[in-house]
């Protein structure tokens, strides 16, 4: 049968050890809201890039691609597209006819090595697309749609995700270090008093002549002095 006491069972812990345990879930805790409100700030502002990154190649592509266009120049259009698609920052570009017919795409497969695979599929990225209005001469010719790649977002994501681990990794192993260090040195009179009241109880009445520097424990030392002085 389980006990009613909510910490039954951790009769035998260690002050150190809770102390310990309390910390590190604390730090777990601020871990966790630190990461998913850095990550999401660093997706919006990601995802606000790469928007602006479409729409501002859509724009100039489509005024360099104008002469080409009205003079009927494909092979130049190809070649303006590609060395413009062949950076690797573009998912997609195509360019269509007024009439919806595909005149020219390029595209290239979302593979991203530098980052875990779990990763992508945990933060979702939407691929925003720009859209220019291509001309020839007065009239319409087609339109031009440009889509980011959203690799180079993954891992800005990915090496902010990392760093903030680090960052809280370190700061943990610093404070419990700090911790243990001086929990170990607040809780060593225990010892003397523990030594104390086993002398007692052989009667022996010591008395402690340094008495621990913090209030509690100083305070539990006196009573001991007082009641080995009176025995």
Sequence with gaps: RTSGNPFHGVGDMSLRRLLELIISALFLIVFAGTMLISVNNTRAYLQEQMESHAQDTATSLALSLTPAIESGDWPTV???VDAIFDRGYYL???IVSVDG?????RSLPVK???VPRWFVNLIPLETPKG????SAGWKQAGRLTVKSHPGYAYGELWRSAVGTLGWFAASWAAAMFIVIAVIRYALAPLNKVEEQAL???AREFPVLEKLPWTRELRSVATAMNSMSGKL
């Design 101 to 105: 017919g595909v005149l020219l795409t």
């Design 92 to 94: 997609e570009l195509t």
């Design 78 to 80: 190809n070649s303006m």
């Design 112 to 114: 991203i090595e530098t």
């Design 131 to 134: 859209e220019a209005l291509l």
């Design 199 to 201: 002398a007692i109880s």
